[in-house]
């Protein structure tokens, strides 16, 4: 039975779905643009046409992860930043609990994907994602030197990426790398006042 006609984003929603659901089933080695087509019930060119390639799949998978964390990460900041501090807390706890609750099929995506070519260029655009996200916040609490402002946050994402990744495989307690994270951020904040 073909598949009822959809708007163009509903399709890719219920695509990126039906993708997510073959990860969590059957692991990233099952999914295909072939699979996902029969999967999702549509024919092989829908699924072509919304993704391109495998890697393109991979990516549109992650990429929809992670702007729904920035959103979280926005709306948090809208509702309750009212000091530096504040800032502070919610981007280092938004960003720990992020790489925490993705699941293992988030590992698994990202794992297929860093054998792909375009995951280099993905990767640096998620980086400056953050770094744009993370300078936006904290400008409204703290003047971020230039041009050395964007060098800082990059050096506190990596931060956030190691102390985030510790906390994943066990090696560290959730509240201390999201403390250890903060301490980082504000630390480096006040030096780069001076």
């Known amino acids: 039975m073909p598949a ?3 708007p163009k984003e509903q399709r890719r929603t219920q695509l990126l779905e039906t993708a997510s659901a073959i990860v969590r089933a059957q ?3 099952a999914l295909t643009l072939a699979h996902l087509a029969e999967q999702a019930g549509v024919t092989k060119p829908i ?5 391109g390639t495998r890697a393109g799949l991979l990516i549109a998978l992650y990429r929809d992860y992670d702007d729904r964390q920035a959103k979280a990460v926005q709306a948090a900041l809208e509702a309750q930043a009212r000091t530096l501090e504040d800032v502070v807390a919610i981007l280092s706890a938004a960003y720990v609990d992020c790489v925490l609750t993705a699941g293992p099929e988030f590992g698994a995506i990202a794992a ?7 995951m280099e260029g993905f990767r640096d655009s998620l980086r400056e994602g953050y ?12 003047d971020l030197p230039r041009p050395g402002g964007r060098a800082l946050l990059l ?3 990596g931060a956030a990426d190691a102390l985030s ?22 630390g480096a904040l006040l030096i780069a006042r001076r």
């Open 165 to 186: 990744q510790a906390a994943a495989n066990g090696r560290m307690p959730r509240a201390d790398a999201i403390d250890a994270l903060s301490q980082i951020m504000l």
């Open 155 to 157: 050096g506190i994402i």
């Open 131 to 142: 770094v744009d996200l993370y300078g936006e916040a904290l400008s409204r609490f703290a």
């Open 47 to 51: 699924a072509y046409e919304h993704f």
């Open 27 to 29: 692991g990233t080695d």
């Open 4 to 6: 009822k006609r959809m």
């Open 112 to 118: 297929a994907l860093s054998a792909s070519e375009e």
